[in-house]
């Protein structure tokens, strides 16, 4: 079944049936013209992710940041919220002359398949000291973060979130037998940069990684 979900300026358009804020199910139930930019997939509903054509600021409708903090919200709105909340992503290019670092963690999105050193911006934290803390927590060595590289955004390829993937250049001191992989990183791998294109398992870092080396 497909629902609207609808946003402008962090409002949110909701109607209310059986005492519950719900997304609307059909354009009928729009009193405006929409612009539908993306699409989400929650269990079986297709939410369509869309921008209204209003001539003013919707101040009555719902802020999008109070949606969780009620309780008479439908569900499938709660995890529409969560999806189009960008998730912020740091990775390090590390290269040794024609080679790049990878590494293969033991859990998370990566579990055992190749990928770049780095992880999650947590609350607080700028991209660059983001990825200082990660490149010296997977590998216990403390990098020297130099150029931005890309930033790359768009959505899942398995999932409707929204990614933003910061790629720095890191420099690494002292030898590869100085790296030692903590308890999450499996193994650690050089590859030429074009093998190492092709052995990161995740489709959107892949393509933010051939663009920052290009």
């Known amino acids: 079944m497909t629902q609207y979900y609808v946003e402008t300026d962090g409002k949110l358009f909701l109607l209310k049936r059986e005492n519950i804020w719900r997304f609307p199910r059909s ?70 002359s024609d080679r790049v670092l990878l590494v293969k963690p033991s859990r998370g999105y990566n579990k055992d398949s190749w990928t770049l050193p780095g992880g999650f911006l947590v609350y607080s934290e700028t991209p660059k000291s983001a990825v200082e803390r990660e490149v010296k927590e997977e590998i216990n060595v403390e990098p020297d973060i130099t150029d931005l590289l890309n930033v790359y955004s768009a959505r899942g390829t398995k999932n409707s979130y929204q990614w933003i993937i910061f790629y720095y250049r890191a420099e690494l001191a002292g030898s590869e037998s100085d790296l030692k992989p903590n308890h999450e990183i499996k193994e650690i791998g050089w590859f030429e940069a074009e093998k190492a294109a092709e052995a990161i398992n995740s489709t959107l870092m892949r393509k933010g990684f051939e663009r920052a080396i290009s």
């Open 27 to 96: 354009r009928q139930e729009l009193p405006f013209e929409i612009f539908p930019r993306a699409k989400m997939v929650i269990g079986d509903e297709e939410v369509i992710y869309s921008a209204p054509d209003v001539s003013k600021h919707p101040s009555e409708w719902l802020n999008k940041e109070d949606v969780p903090l009620l309780d008479d919200v439908d569900p499938t709105v709660r995890k529409a919220v969560n999806y189009s909340l960008p998730r912020v992503v740091v990775e390090a290019v590390i290269r040794r």
